[in-house]
């Protein structure tokens, strides 16, 4: 009985929180994905109108089933939230249905005593032979409470059978969200294998034109590591700068104790040395990982972190230093972090710019215009400009973190 109490206790505390703070957001969730697929639907025929590189088609036909995947996934937490209120309904059920069974077992006893005594004779006699006038008056009190008792005992049963029927229409409601929910599931699992099918089916036309589609790559990834090598110089002038600095405050701290080889030593070192407080920095921005905020406000990964093998051609390896975000034409950039901008640099016709957060840097590129300036201090969530949309209306941020000059995955320190 403990194990079935505790276990009830656990799953109500759970699904109940769950069910109050995400059934709504997730409803929310899911018609943001859905018009996410719509547009993507729409781009994908725009592309296909226009006969373009079956290479984008690809593209964006990764990104649909990406969002498709997350529909999905949160159509599953419905379910479960679903599941978990069905678990409850009914253990209320069985709850309420023992007590009742116990209440009117009470009362039919009560009213069967009330029967063989019910004569007025009998209340008489049982008041008439008291022995003084305060028993009297105690078996008057106790007749009163005893009626007030049978009162009370009915519209328990009353108000306990009416509780009973409303959880049955709550249940019952909850069964046909659950029956109508799994359509939906199975619909867009149907969905999601007809987007594979299709991805299939580019993937088998690409391979028809392989000679051009390496080139293409190769192209890519020789202006990938180029934009690649800037960045990196720019971090390596940045943690430059940001020891010098550290190395004049504490010269100008302790003239006498700080030698000339020790600022030397800072000033030269290739990691940011940190003063107290950029470490305290560092390690709230480090306590955030998983929860930092997403740099668009809203997108999909459309090319992950590292060296992967590209989705047609196994032997061709992708490298990514960040990774690349496919958002709306013309989205606002922000910054993800409380930081700096420790520098803006125009790369090509696109801007970068990079925001110090300690011995930490995030890295924004692929910006068309720039709304901040080197040197500032910037709240997180603070728009530093807009991405470059390009002419067929696709617009890629490219994100990076790294600690001093070494990149890390930034899909693990998103709020996912």
Do not use: C
Not at 198 to 227: G, M, P, T, V, Y
Not at 250 to 274: C, F, G, R, W
Not at 322 to 327: A, E, H, K, R, Y
């Amino acid at each position: 009985m403990k194990q079935v109490l505790f276990t009830f206790l656990a799953v109500m505390t759970t699904s109940l929180g769950m069910a109050q703070l995400t059934q709504e957001e997730l409803e929310q969730r899911k018609a943001k994905i859905q018009q996410e697929i719509l547009d993507k639907e729409r781009m994908l025929q725009e592309v296909r109108s226009k006969e373009k590189s079956v290479t984008k088609l690809l593209d964006i036909q990764k990104e649909k089933i990406g969002l498709k995947e997350k529909l999905i996934s949160t159509t599953n937490k419905q379910a479960r939230i679903i599941n978990d209120n069905l678990y409850l309904n009914q253990l209320e059920i069985n709850k309420l249905k023992k007590d009742l069974e116990i209440l009117k077992k009470d009362y039919a006893e009560m009213i069967l005593k009330s029967y063989k005594s019910r004569s007025q004779h009998s209340r008489a006699m049982f008041l008439l032979s008291s022995e003084n006038f305060t028993q009297a008056y105690k078996r008057l009190q106790y007749m009163k409470q005893y009626s007030s008792y049978r009162k009370m005992q009915g519209q328990e049963i009353k108000d306990k059978t009416t509780k009973l029927a409303n959880h049955y229409t709550e249940l019952n409601k909850q069964k046909e969200e659950k029956v109508k929910l799994l359509a939906e599931q199975q619909k867009q699992r149907e969905d999601l294998e007809k987007e594979r099918q299709e991805q299939e089916k580019l993937a088998n036309s690409l391979k028809k034109d392989k000679k051009q589609i390496a080139a293409e790559i190769k192209k890519k990834q020789q202006e990938s590591r180029k934009i690649d090598a800037q960045i990196q110089k720019l971090i390596r002038e940045a943690i430059a700068d940001a020891n010098r600095k550290a190395a004049a405050a504490k010269a100008k701290a302790n003239p006498k104790t700080t030698t000339v080889a020790e600022t030397k030593k800072i000033e030269t070192s290739a990691k940011i040395v940190l003063t107290p407080e950029g470490k305290v920095i560092s390690d709230n921005f480090k306590a955030n990982k998983g929860r930092l905020p997403w740099p668009v406000e809203r997108g999909v990964i459309s090319l992950g972190f590292g060296d992967q093998p590209h989705p047609v051609y196994k032997s061709l390896i992708v490298h990514n230093s960040g990774v690349d975000i496919t958002t709306d034409a013309n989205a606002n950039v922000r910054v993800v972090f409380k930081g700096e901008v420790s520098q803006i640099q125009k790369i090509g016709n696109k801007f970068a710019v990079l925001v110090k957060h300690g011995d930490y840097f995030t890295i924004y590129h692929n910006l068309v215009s720039v709304s901040v300036s080197e040197g500032e201090n910037i709240s997180a969530k603070q728009t530093i400009g807009k991405v470059k949309t390009d002419s067929d209306g696709k617009a890629v941020l490219r994100f990076m973190i790294s600690q001093n000059a070494t990149y890390v995955n930034p899909s693990q320190w998103l709020n996912r």
